[in-house]
């Protein structure tokens, strides 16, 4: 059997099975790894790029590459709850790479950390017939428990914070020859909302993650993992986030905002928007899921039950996920 | 200019200088970052792995891969004299790879962890036109101070742990078309001395780090960060390591067997063997170096002085070391 006949979340079920499960509180399909240390515990996570895939060198410079590698990891430890504190980068590339694509790379991985106070503790070098960047970031969780994805509990409200979608509209643009705009810049490099997620940590949500695959397909895992329906409001969304097609808000990854499910009664802190609200799964409508409620949603957006329930893959309420793996 | 121009410690040099150095006590070219945490640090090691450069399917089963994989990390954690705690692994693979490779891969890494009493607690994985893993590994000081490169002091003696030289000699068996026998499963499997690093942290060690690049050019790190002359004792480096060729004890890398410095009058721990001395660098001389003393070592393997000295890159010291970027 081939990766591309079980798809990326078949592969990671499947590794993950031989690995045996990391102890709790998180494990496979969450943010980050939470690892023990003699007086609490670590922030980790690991991502890949690879060129042609993840970035293109005529769309975005090698610091606008840089800036969102880093992003990627960093937003990765602020869904934990978590403050970014290291990264660590490998780079493969062919040894006909250009020594300023190498340093422009830095540059941006550089600032980006800067925005957090984060430092490039580490890395390595390896020749490659392709550009890829591994990048790994360590976070602080500054004494609090880490938000996975499975505390979600009805009557909770749903929050978003920074933004969705908005890479997805520019990359579209992007592909249609649009080659300057605010939509193209956010394709190019995202603004996570970093530090919503310490404060989100510390105003008790219950759940958190950052939006890589698509809202939809994000939320189906939190969905899956604390066994509840997620109902989105498609106009409290548009209204969060303005300017953007409800499809490319409800489906597309790499803005890498954080969503989240705040207990009731719990006021949303500043820069924080309730955009839906934590049902009761009911097996016989299905069981765990996410739907989207409000007007002009096109019929292959409302979401639905999670099939088959509770398993990582495509699911019904997923569509437009990304699968590393499989066509989009 | 490119990659291969400025080679592999010349590109690391470039991009340290743009992120700007990391705070002490470790830098670019250590094993291992250290983390700062509220109560003490973590150490941190990113390495890439690209099929058909770091290995090969012909040659090594997807277990024997991951093991590898596993140890190059792991050991580089050791080699900070803290005991590994947990792996993140990123796999980069074509959609056509079969499913039993990653779960080999899988197998190995876990199994390699199971050694050391780490655990693999995350990772990501990404569609690539070639198979590439990124290893970190994460470790625990234990509350020793971390065994960098720049503490070799003269009038100390140089220790190894574990082996050198019986991977490369195992590769060169392999590229004979040999393909059983203990040195090429040394190849194919290395196993580092993980206990001897935080052994030698509580005996005293004042410098430590694994062996990756061969024994002339990865001591030339340590002369050069601690402003020294360190003598290798050939006849001392046979009898601690029978068997092999004493080209491949200089040069041969990947054993990932650990080389450090104990004080005057601390006995060598159990496992680990007196190899050569620390003397003060003369500047008359050519300053900080390596040099081999002892019968039958060809001249090109007598080691001099660091040219230029205290750079990283090539030196006139280390022969045989290895460049990603460059010819060997």
């Given at each position: 059997m081939r990766v591309s006949e079980v798809g990326e979340f078949g592969l990671i079920a499947r590794v993950a099975a031989r690995l045996g499960a990391p102890a709790p509180p998180a494990g496979p399909g969450d943010d980050a790894?939470?690892?023990?240390?003699?007086?609490?515990?670590?922030?980790?996570?690991?991502?890949?790029?690879?060129?042609?895939?993840?970035?293109?060198?005529?769309?975005?410079?090698?610091?606008?590459?840089?800036?969102?590698?880093?992003?990627?990891?960093?937003?990765?430890?602020?869904?934990?709850?978590?403050?970014?504190?290291?990264?660590?980068?490998?780079?493969?590339?062919?040894?006909?790479?250009?020594?300023?694509?190498?340093?422009?790379?830095?540059?941006?991985?550089?600032?980006?950390?800067?925005?957090?106070?984060?430092?490039?503790?580490?890395?390595?070098?390896?020749?490659?017939?392709?550009?890829?960047?591994?990048?790994?970031?360590?976070g602080d969780p500054r004494g609090a428990a880490p938000l996975t994805r499975s505390g979600a509990r009805p009557g909770e409200s749903?929050?978003?914070?920074?933004?969705?979608?908005?890479?997805?509209?520019?990359?579209?643009?992007?592909?249609?020859?649009?080659?300057?705009?605010?939509?193209?810049?956010?394709?190019?490099?995202?603004?996570?909302?970093?530090?919503?997620?310490?404060?989100l940590a510390r105003a008790g949500a219950t759940a958190l993650l950052d939006v890589s695959d698509g809202l939809l397909a994000d939320l189906g895992h939190v969905a899956a993992a604390s066994g509840v329906v997620l109902e989105v409001d498609a106009d409290a969304l548009r209204a969060a986030v303005p300017g953007v097609d409800v499809r490319h808000l409800l489906t597309g990854g790499e803005d890498h905002g954080l969503v989240g499910t705040l207990p009731a009664g719990v006021a949303p802190p500043s820069g924080v928007t309730v955009i839906g609200r934590v049902l009761a799964a009911d097996p016989a409508a299905g069981g765990p899921g996410v739907r989207v409620v409000g007007g002009n949603v096109p019929p292959d957006l409302r979401g639905g039950p999670l099939r088959p329930p509770g398993l990582p893959g495509p699911t019904a309420a997923a569509p437009g996920g990304w699968d590393h793996f499989r066509a989009p």
């Open positions: 790894a939470v690892v023990p240390t003699p007086s609490g515990y670590v922030i980790a996570t690991t991502d890949l790029l690879v060129e042609g895939r993840h970035f293109r060198f005529d769309w975005s410079s090698p610091y606008d590459v840089g800036r969102k590698a880093a992003a990627q990891s960093l937003a990765d430890v602020a869904a934990m709850g978590a403050v970014p504190t290291a990264l660590l980068v490998g780079l493969a590339c062919p040894p006909s790479t250009p020594v300023e694509l190498a340093e422009g790379l830095a540059d941006g991985l550089r600032d980006e950390c800067a925005e957090v106070g984060a430092v490039v503790v580490g890395g390595d070098t390896v020749s490659a017939t392709e550009v890829c960047l591994a990048v790994t970031a360590l749903v929050v978003l914070a920074g933004t969705v979608g908005r890479s997805a509209a520019g990359l579209e643009l992007l592909l249609a020859g649009v080659r300057e705009g605010p939509l193209v810049d956010a394709h190019r490099r995202p603004t996570p909302p970093y530090g919503a997620g310490p404060v």
